[in-house]
């Protein structure tokens, strides 16, 4: 389980987060939406510990994980740009970051699944856009961690492996796994998504499931039930 | 930590500046040497270029790797690994990979030249390891700047102006002050005005070595006079040690608070 405990965020007079508190128990798909700029990324970046509230907890499992590093173990994480190194190659870099977790891993299944064979002796320099997102998925998918955290991930990718990319949300979901995505393309919340959150300047204006924030909204579809909510709360 | 220190060593060897780094020595040690053809003097002309030119690369490589392995630092950010892990790993990774282009592209000169058989292999071991110093010490600067700055041009910036201040400006400031209170007694100061400025520092822990203080003018003579050879070598050396040692604790408490 992961909860996030009236979290604060400032950088220095823009307030990103202001007090968020989420709760994240079952098994599933749960996006984060929001505009630019409303903290989504920052909100993922602060379960992971790369950013610092200037207040609250994440908790995970009933202990509290700021500034601890070993939970991490737990998570796969997707980041938003995929950029690395670019002297080191592609097998390099994958191997590079198996040594690093020392756990059982599945690289060679999902190399074959992007189809990134022919590039795996390639410097990541010369890799172009979509490749090196593929390179990045391979890397977030390829150790089989409790909570899998995508930001963007459909970011660059062509549709075969947006289509490979859901297959393998879906499975991951099957084995009872914490997903947690952050994105832009409503159709892929539509499809994808057991739990919608959505936050605006910091705080989360609402929280539940792609039916819930319909009816609430008396809207046909996500994206004007989205829309409604955002004039809301702007008006 | 060996591991990201292995891939940061590998990342740099493999980059052309690496190579142009040692190519450059190399070149520097074999002109220097049949220039000159004498082991002593090229010893002496290779001091007064390394206690300027390591800390201006050790400066520029820290900043440059620093900014362009932002995103990889990032994905190691987002693994298993203690935060002072990653950039210990870096730092050292760039550091030594400098270190080494130094040690190797004059090392290789030199032993052909047959240092090994002059009496000159101590004072030439000197050298290298003063070199190693300063580049240990200036990429911990320029990686404490880069950790304060978000903004590349601005980092780069600072730490150029952070080298010329040590290499250039320190010195003339120190003169300045030496003219303007010359009827004061000033060796405490310059001593202590001394300790303060790597390169300086180094300039006369290779003087020492080399037993040519005299060379350094006043300061030289005051250390000379102050502390003897010996203690003048061991104070010197130990005050570059904590000159690397004091940047990377900042860098250690900077990276635990920092947001990427």
Not at chain 1, 106 to 128: A, D, H, M, V
Not at chain 1, 194 to 222: C, H, M, P, V
Not at chain 2, 175 to 180: A, H, N, P, T, Y
Not at chain 2, 229 to 245: D, P, Q, V
Request: include cysteine.
């Amino acid at each position: 389980m992961i909860s996030l405990q009236n979290i604060q965020k400032q950088y220095g007079r823009l307030k990103v987060l202001n007090g968020v508190n989420l709760e994240l128990s079952g098994a599933g798909v749960h996006t984060i939406l929001g505009p630019n700029g409303s903290g989504k990324t920052t909100l993922i970046k602060i379960l992971l510990g790369m950013v610092i509230p200037q207040k609250g907890e994440v908790v995970i499992d009933n202990k509290i994980v700021n500034g601890k590093w070993e939970y991490r173990n737990d998570i796969d994480y997707l980041p938003q740009i995929a950029r690395f190194p670019d002297n080191l190659t592609v097998i390099e870099l994958i191997e590079m970051i198996i040594r690093l977790r020392k756990k059982p891993n599945r690289s060679k299944e999902l190399i074959q699944l992007f189809k990134i064979e022919p590039f795996l002796n390639q410097k990541l320099g010369n890799l172009s856009g979509g490749t090196r997102q593929k390179v990045n998925l391979v890397l977030a998918f390829m150790f089989d961690s409790r909570i899998i955290i995508l930001d963007e991930p459909t970011t660059g990718l062509d549709p075969v492996a947006v289509v490979h990319l859901k297959e393998l949300i879906r499975k991951e979901r099957l084995k009872g796994k914490i997903i947690l995505v952050t994105t832009h393309i409503m159709s892929f919340v539509e499809e994808m998504a057991d739990q919608i959150i959505f936050l605006l300047d910091g705080k989360i204006y609402f929280k539940g499931t792609n039916e819930e924030i319909r009816a609430r909204n008396n809207s046909k579809n996500l994206e004007h039930a989205i829309a409604t909510l955002l004039e809301v709360h702007n008006a | 930590m060996l591991n990201i220190l292995r891939y940061s060593f590998f990342d740099l060897m493999r980059s052309r500046w690496s190579y142009f780094y040692f190519a450059f020595y190399l070149a520097l040690g074999f002109a220097l040497l049949f220039l000159n053809n004498s082991l002593p003097k090229a010893i002496i002309t290779l001091m007064n270029l390394i206690v300027v030119l390591t800390p201006l690369i050790g400066t520029i490589f820290g900043v440059m790797y620093f900014y362009n392995s932002r995103e990889f630092t990032e994905l190691l950010l987002a693994q298993p690994i203690k935060r002072s892990t990653i950039f210990m790993g870096q730092y050292l990774g760039i550091a030594g990979s400098l270190s080494m282009s130094l040690v190797l592209g004059l090392g290789i000169p030199f032993l052909l030249y047959g240092i090994l058989l002059s009496g000159e292999i101590i004072n030439f071991m000197f050298l290298l390891i003063d070199g190693a110093l300063l580049t240990f010490i200036f990429v911990a600067l320029a990686f404490i700047l880069s950790l304060y700055n978000e903004n590349r041009i601005k980092g780069f910036g600072y730490a150029i102006l952070m080298w010329l201040f040590f290499a250039v400006i320190y010195d003339g400031l120190f003169l300045i002050f030496l003219l303007v209170f010359e009827n004061y007694p000033l060796d405490k100061f310059s001593l202590i005005a001394t300790m303060l400025n790597p390169i300086d520092l180094s300039r006369i822990l290779v003087l020492l070595k080399l037993d040519i203080s005299a060379l350094l003018g006043y300061t030289g003579a005051v250390f000379q006079q102050f502390f003897g050879t010996a203690m003048g070598l061991f104070l010197s050396t130990f005050t570059l040690i904590l000159w690397c040692l004091f940047p990377v604790g900042i860098i250690l408490r900077i990276c635990k608070k920092k947001d990427f």
